[in-house]
């Protein structure tokens, strides 16, 4: 999603690079539960040093990438 500036041009946002400790913890709170709720969303965002949005959008790519993977099989 783009983002405008003063000038009114879009500025592209930066794709998030998440380090090896982001994803390992990530991928342990999945494995336990592949829905994320509020209260658990801000939790895992404050330990992870994330934003909200990014942890919704990562539990959603997963998911997305968990059915293709399935599907495969």
């Known amino acids: 999603m783009a983002r405008p500036d003063a000038g009114g041009v879009r500025i592209p946002r930066r794709r998030t690079t998440f380090t090896v400790e982001q994803l390992y913890l990530l991928e342990m709170y999945f494995a336990q539960s592949q ?19 990014q942890v919704k959008i990562w539990f959603q790519n997963r998911r997305i990438r968990m059915r293709r993977e399935a599907n495969k099989q």
């Open 35 to 53: 829905y994320v709720g509020c209260e658990e969303r801000e939790r895992l965002a404050r330990i992870l040093s994330l934003d909200e949005y």
